[in-house]
């Protein structure tokens, strides 16, 4: 039987719909959590040592580019070389908790071919936050938190609402097809939304809208902040993610659906005006 911890409540899915993230938590077994931080080490550069911050400078070659920690604002990426580890897949899209928590919200997902990996974020200077979307096609991406997350520790980072307004700024339900006023709509989120940065204990798991304005937060703590993402989507949405529409839900789960109707908060009637 799952944990009541593990199935989304109502209030969440209103949550969810109304400021498009909701907050929810797993249990992780520490040994395997101990095997994700070891994997970090182990692939980070030979000079980075675990227990010695003022180590953790210079180049860092991840999935993506090489470049300074500082320049990458403390955000790495392990994607590709992790795609055959299936503990590590079974961290969020084979773990019977997380897909129960993703079907609330989206009934049957898609079986992920694989997840996105490890995004460790280091330590460094504070910054201002600058959030973005994603490209690719998914209705739920998932952030589980593998250490413990303190303000200010790099957590992941949302802007609440912003999926109603950059949704109105794209061409169709789920595609990569941005109108010429999506960068300035972007712009103005940033500049009229505070973001929040969501903080929590190890298993903490991040639920959120692919049309959400995000980021990983900076981290100025002398610690690592560890996680894994993943995304969920289902047939339906695959069905008419390159379709135009109006209505962002009619591709999740009814009790979605019914409870995304009736969530008509103050702060979806501040965002869907701008």
Known sequence: ????????????????????????????????????????????????????????QGEFRDCCKTQSIRDRRGRVKFREMLRGERWLYDLTAGNGDVVAAVGDLIGEPVEPEYVRGLYPVFPTHPRPTEGHCDHHKFQVGVVLYLSDVLPQGGGF?????????????????????????????????????????????????????????????????????????????????????????????????????????SATTSLMTHTMAI
């Open 1 to 56: 039987m799952l944990s009541p911890f593990t199935v989304l409540s109502d209030q969440k899915i209103r949550n969810f719909c109304s400021e498009g993230y909701c907050v929810s938590h797993v249990t992780i077994p520490r040994e395997v959590v101990t095997r994700a931080v070891e994997k970090v080490w182990e692939l980070s550069p030979a000079s980075f040592q675990p227990n010695k911050p003022k180590t953790w």
């Open 157 to 261: 980072t949302v802007w609440p609402g912003s999926h109603y307004v950059m949704a109105k700024h794209q061409g169709t339900l789920g595609g990569d097809d941005r109108l010429e006023t999506f960068d300035a709509t972007l712009a103005e989120v940033e500049a009229s939304m505070r973001p929040v940065e969501v903080t929590g204990p190890v298993g903490t798991l991040v639920l959120w809208h692919q049309r959400l304005v995000h980021t990983a937060g900076i981290n100025t703590r002398p610690a690592v902040r560890h996680a894994t993402l993943c995304d969920f989507k289902n047939d339906t949405f695959l069905a008419a993610a390159d379709c135009q529409t109006d209505d962002l839900w009619h591709t999740w789960s009814s009790r979605a659906q019914r409870i995304a109707a």
